[in-house]
């Protein structure tokens, strides 16, 4: 009979984190150490739970790492009849198997060496990891001494069963290829696997806690991982748990040995690498559902022919990988950057209503071309050719979700006065065709804040919001903001809500999402409470009962009126100007006070002079653009898209030249701007004592 020795308080029981300085560190990057720590107090123990003791037993595989004398961690795969793998104590496991042929586990399994084992079930996606030594070898096996467990949620697995055809216990001899780079045949293994395996250690002498190994599970679709050439891999790294163990080994020790299982001729290919992480980059950004890219350089392959001694059935794929992309994607992503300013036709693949007066538009790339990537809050402008019409209809509307690297959503609301936005309503359907430019706009959301978000709209200005909300709370229940996020809607009544199916689904599965939803003239069916929070209007009074003091930064989207009064409310609760977003198309709406600070800003800024009006600003970057500059300074001038695509705004030059924050789409004649994306082009410093330089007059 085992013995227990499970503390009476469960949890992490020492005083130091849990984590090493390699993996806090990567935590306080990504600005998540705070929480993570709370959670690897609950999480991480220095025993089995029950839960463990049952869990491992039920297993017929279990994936190991070691260290070989060299200092590599090497992954491995462990297999035998369910119970092979017998916790006999809170603190001891027995293993009854023996390394595959040809596995380097088979040099690195001796009495005291670090291990880790990672137990997964395939067919389940049920994870367990423990790490600690062996313990004494036995005929049939070893132990191990325990140092800490952790249970560890499913992500990206493919679920598989299992069937042994051969003793697990008897590995026969099969043919080794050692190299020290990629053949055709392990080439082949990876670029068909949906799965890999991941070993790192951490080697740090009189540290118990700190040191040992890790073994860990990544998986994507088909392809994931790229053959970049003979000696290199990259491979996506997607959301996870935010404990980082391996990224946080790698930060100390970048060592990593990857396993490869090839399913269908039970090859087993082991790679000792090198890995480099790629925080960012295009590539990064245009692989959907990437957080960062590892590259591995490799060092040494190890290649055993058909030493798996069960077979697996075919995968059935997560979920979850219908929202990552793949190295395809990539290629025409990167290749549709340089069409950013040509009109694409894109085809609807499907529309959906939102509400009485908002209709959804799903559209794909119909020139087989790739999507640009976008930021959540940005536009999407488009054309259309009503017939009758004199001139095609150019609009910008808001991409509603966040990029997904396949489709762009924009929703739009019918004005009902025989427009575009009716047009669409009523002639374009599934199979017809729009154009586009790629998506832009100032109206982002900043990931690098990292503070509590409020997420305040009014009407159709719910579009750019829930792309916001929908880039953070990704993977029913993962986020990627670990901090409140308050969601308030302000809508007539029910039927004119749009999004609620979906924001109800968000708000059960994410902890951190409060939504409060505002109802101006609710209908008989609508009931307080129930389909809504509140009556009447969003204000300063009910910001002031929604939202707990904090340190927010608030994303305002809706009508002028609505956005001037919450402008305003927010500004005397406290928030700071800097902290309040509005939407990129409609500045001009929104009188804002400029921040007072202890200092004048006497950063290097351009003089622009406005020719008719006799009026001369300071054009600095926050300024925006040009058309900006003018509105600040309490000119008009005229425009529409705000884009570069319609050209209402173009204005003469009189004198210097500008520079467009991108390409515009709209054709320029020499000695005009388009001034909605132009900003000055920087002359020779004036001599007048300041920073500035001389810049640009138009004619306005």
């Given at each position: 009979?085992s013995s227990s020795t499970v503390p009476a308080s469960p949890g992490w029981d020492l005083e130091r984190s849990p984590f090493h300085e390699g993996e806090l560190a990567v935590q306080e990057r990504v600005g998540v150490r705070e929480k993570i720590d709370a959670q690897g107090r609950r999480a991480v123990r220095r025993y089995l739970t029950p839960q463990q003791r049952e869990f491992f037993p ?476 509140s009556e009447g209007y969003i204000d300063r009074t009910l910001l002031r009962r929604v939202l707990p003091l904090d340190d927010y930064e608030v994303y305002l989207c809706g009508p002028p009126g609505f956005m001037q009064s919450l402008y305003d409310a927010l500004l005397s609760l406290g928030v700071r100007d800097s902290r309040i977003h509005l939407e990129s198309f409609g500045p001009a709406s ?111």
């Open positions: 009979m039920m297993l017929p595989y279990v994936f190991m790492a070691s260290i070989d004398s060299q200092g590599r961690p090497w992954a491995s795969l462990l297999v035998g009849e369910p119970g092979f793998v017998n916790p006999t104590s809170d603190v001891t496991v027995t293993v009854r198997a023996r390394p595959l042929y040809g596995d380097p586990f088979n040099g690195t399994l001796t009495p005291g060496a670090e291990i880790a084992l990672l137990g997964v079930q395939l067919h389940t996606r049920r994870r367990n990891r423990m790490i600690g030594t062996v313990g004494s070898l036995l005929p049939d096996g070893f132990t191990i001494n325990l140092r800490q467990t952790l249970g560890i949620c499913p992500q990206y697995i493919q679920g598989r069963e299992v069937s042994f055809h051969s003793d697990p216990l008897a590995p026969e001899p099969r043919p080794v290829h050692h190299k020290n780079h990629l053949d055709a045949s392990a080439t082949a293994i990876i670029a068909k696997s949906d799965t890999y395996f991941v070993a790192s250690v951490l080697l740090q002498e009189g540290d118990a806690v700190a040191t040992g190994a890790d073994v860990s599970h990544r998986g994507g679709r088909p392809g994931f991982v790229r053959i970049d050439d003979d000696h290199t891999l990259t491979a996506p790294d997607f959301v996870g748990n935010f404990i980082f163990n391996t990224i946080g080994n790698w930060q100390i020790d970048n060592h990593a040995g990857l396993m490869f299982v090839d399913f269908d001729s039970g090859d087993m290919l082991y790679i000792a690498a090198h890995a480099e992480v790629l925080w960012d980059g295009p590539e990064v950004r245009a692989f959907t559902g990437a957080q960062r890219l590892f590259r591995y350089h490799i060092d040494e392959v190890c290649r055993v022919e058909a030493s798996l001694p069960c077979n697996f059935t075919a995968p059935e794929y997560s979920p979850l990988l219908e929202r990552t992309g793949h190295w395809d994607d990539v290629a025409k992503t990167l290749e549709a950057e340089r069409l950013r300013t040509v009109w694409r036709p894109f085809t609807v693949l499907e529309t959906v209503h939102e509400s009485t007066t908002i209709r959804s538009f799903i559209l794909a790339p119909g020139d087989g071309s790739g999507l640009v990537t976008y930021q959540a809050g940005q536009y999407l402008p488009i054309r259309v050719r009503p017939a009758g019409w004199a001139e095609p209809a150019t609009r910008t509307y808001t991409l509603s979700d966040a990029s997904n690297g396949r489709t762009y959503r924009i929703s739009v609301k019918r004005e009902g006065n025989g427009g575009c936005s009716d047009y669409l309503h009523d002639h374009i359907g599934v199979g017809d065709t729009i154009e586009t430019l790629a998506p832009r706009g100032a109206f982002v959301f900043n990931e690098a804040a990292g503070r509590p978000l409020a997420l305040i709209s009014a009407g159709v200005g719910i579009t750019p919001v829930i792309a916001m909300l929908n880039s953070q709370l990704v993977n029913d229940g993962r986020t990627l903001l670990h901090k409140p996020i308050y969601f308030i809607h302000s809508a007539i009544n029910s039927k004119h809500r749009a999004f609620a199916g979906h924001l109800a689904k968000k708000a059960e599965l994410h902890a951190n999402l409060f939504l409060h939803m505002v109802f101006s003239r609710p209908s008989e069916d609508d009931v307080l409470g129930k389909t809504h929070h929104v009188s804002r006070r400029i921040e007072k600070t202890a200092e004048a800003d006497n950063s290097e800024g351009v003089v622009v002079a406005f020719a008719k009006s006799g009026k001369t600003a300071i054009w600095r970057p926050k300024a925006g653009s040009l058309l900006e500059l003018a509105e600040a300074n309490g000119l008009q001038p005229l425009y529409a898209c705000r884009s570069g695509s319609c050209g209402t705004c173009v204005t003469r030059v009189v004198k210097g030249e500008v520079d467009y924050t991108e390409p515009p789409a709209h054709d320029v004649e020499p000695g005009e701007a388009l001034i909605c994306i132009a900003h000055p082009h920087p002359g020779p410093h004036l001599e007048d004592g300041t920073l500035n330089r001389e810049g640009i007059i138009l004619d306005i």
